[in-house]
């Protein structure tokens, strides 16, 4: 058997780490020195290009989520497109939006529906009665006086005590 090899390690000696009232200086050698530097100079280089390149993906993002946007809003508008090829939509439109009715059948359209419980503003007279002033003659002249006048629409008012023609 083969004994292991030992080997004596002598003890360190103060002298060789140094003495405390003598700190140690740094070493700089010449390759970290060049090291130092290239970093430094790398960094100089790199950061504005990084910058630029950080602004840009933003930029992209931006752009991709206004993208995305605006081809929900095309599918949106082309699912509204695509109804208007359906008869049963169209014929629902114009029966809604212009009032039509097909063939046979008898529309109501109520005017100035009075709900149940509500009271109607102005009584509902049982005869018709002319109006006081002719309607035509006061437009013409409400034109004639707001073309010719230099009064401002506030003095134009008539008083709230005064009465209207």
Not at 48 to 65: G, K, M, N
Not at 117 to 135: H, L, M, N, R, Y
Request: overall charge neutral; hydrophobic content about 45%; proline content about 8%.
């Amino acid at each position: 058997m083969i004994a292991p090899r030992q080997r004596a390690v002598a003890p360190l000696k103060r002298e060789t780490l140094g003495s405390p009232q003598q700190p140690r200086r740094p070493h700089f050698s010449a390759a970290g020195v060049l090291i130092i530097v290239l970093l430094f100079f790398a960094v100089t280089v790199v950061a504005p290009s990084f910058r630029l390149y950080v602004e840009q993906r933003q930029q992209i993002a931006d752009l991709e989520s206004r993208v995305a946007e605006q081809r929900n809003d095309v599918d949106a508008i082309t699912s509204k497109r695509a109804r208007w090829d359906d008869p049963a939509y169209i014929r629902a439109q114009a029966r809604d939006r212009l009032y039509y009715i097909m063939p046979g059948e008898v529309s109501y359209l109520i005017l100035d529906d009075v709900r149940p419980g509500g009271q109607a503003s102005v009584p509902v007279s049982e005869f018709i009665e002319a109006t006081k002033i002719d309607w035509v003659q006061s437009l013409f002249g409400s034109l004639v006086v707001s073309g010719l006048t230099a009064k401002t629409p506030e003095e134009l008012q008539p008083a709230a005590g005064a009465p209207a023609h």
